[in-house]
């Protein structure tokens, strides 16, 4: 959650786990997502750009939490049938409750852990969720997000980047400092660089991967499969 008093840690400093951290915040989290990170009002809305707009395009959201993004997709294609990935059921609660008339399934668990199938979605999208991994997580997350999209499909990655190499470096040392070797997935901005984004996809086999905007440290990165 970068940004803002809300990415502050826990009052004694101590790193607090992905779900719990969201579902503290639960109700300022939509209010600091708009308005605290530079660009949200732009990039929520130009994310949706980018997924498939065709009639009943099935389209997989990781890291949904309460499903901003969706709010725009669903503006734009309202026949997506969308499957929603998130670790905190609460957040998912909340989607369900604001997309009822559109029914989109609910997946409660980590997309690391998740079979995500075969050519089985005609997008994807994660937005301001991947931000809190390594180089070496994601590149097989990304092989099999590719592998569950159909041919011709895109994954639309939206999220906080660095720009530059040292400040990337020192927030992956910060958190091993604050971590001191725990297990487990915990809420720690470590952004990758651009270019290590783009890198970790190309290495997960997407064929091109072009940025399509940035707004203060958030990047849209479009990654399309053959
Ligand atoms: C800052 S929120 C972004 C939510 C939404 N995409 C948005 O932009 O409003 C990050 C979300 O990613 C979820 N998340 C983080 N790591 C995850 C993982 N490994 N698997 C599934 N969800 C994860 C968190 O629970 C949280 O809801």
Redesign the pocket.
């Known amino acids: ?1 970068q940004g803002g008093a809300a990415s502050a840690h826990a009052a004694d400093g101590a790193p607090e786990e ?2 719990a951290f ?1 579902e503290r915040r639960l109700d300022i989290y939509e209010e600091h ?1 708009l308005h605290a990170i530079e660009g949200a009002a732009l990039f929520y809305r130009r994310t949706a750009d980018f997924l498939p707009a065709s009639a009943g395009a099935e389209v997989l959201d ?8 969706l709010g725009f997709y669903y503006a734009v294609n309202p026949t997506a049938r969308l499957t929603c ?4 059921a609460r ?1 998912l609660a909340v989607l369900r409750e604001k997309f009822a008339r559109f029914s989109p399934r609910t997946v409660c ?4 852990d998740l079979p995500l199938g075969e050519e089985a979605f005609d997008g994807a999208v ?4 991947l931000h ?1 991994f390594t180089f070496e997580e994601k590149v097989p997350l990304y092989a099999n997000i590719r592998a569950a999209l159909r041919r011709g499909g895109a994954f639309v990655l939206t999220d906080y980047m660095e720009e530059d190499e040292q400040a990337s470096r020192a927030a992956f040392c910060e958190k091993a400092r604050l971590l001191a070797g725990r297990e487990g ?1 915990y809420h720690i901005d470590t952004p990758l660089t651009v270019r290590r984004e783009r890198q970790a996809l190309l290495a997960g086999g997407f064929a091109r991967v072009r940025e399509e905007g940035r707004w203060g440290k958030t990047s849209l990165l479009v990654a399309e499969r053959d």
């Open positions: 959650m992905m779900a969201f997502q990781l890291g949904c939490g309460t499903g901003l993004e990935v998130d670790l905190s957040m668990a980590s997309y690391f994660s937005v301001e969720s809190h997935l």
